[in-house]
């Protein structure tokens, strides 16, 4: 940060605080997981594992709740939960 700030001829400022409020998440119901992989394709962040033909499920502490793998799910077994 310091060394941006210099770059740019600027004071440091202090880094924004995270916070997970109204967060989402992705969560596979995976008694209907069927094991396409078209999730897993999908997801920019890779928090989602499994092998084809076997279950999947979601890293939550990955996952950014994009939604991306909603849709692409044949089996509607992907639904999106808030992480508060």
Do not use: K
């Amino acid at each position: 940060m310091r060394r941006l700030a210099d770059l740019l001829g600027r004071d440091p400022a202090p880094l924004a605080a995270t916070t997970t409020e109204g967060a989402i998440l992705a969560i596979v119901d995976e008694a209907l997981c069927i094991g396409c992989t078209y999730c897993r394709e999908v997801c920019p962040v890779d928090a989602i594992v499994g092998a084809h033909q076997f279950m999947h499920t979601v890293i939550v502490t990955e996952c950014t709740g994009c939604e991306l793998c909603v849709p692409r799910c044949p089996v509607d077994c992907i639904s999106v939960v808030s992480a508060a």
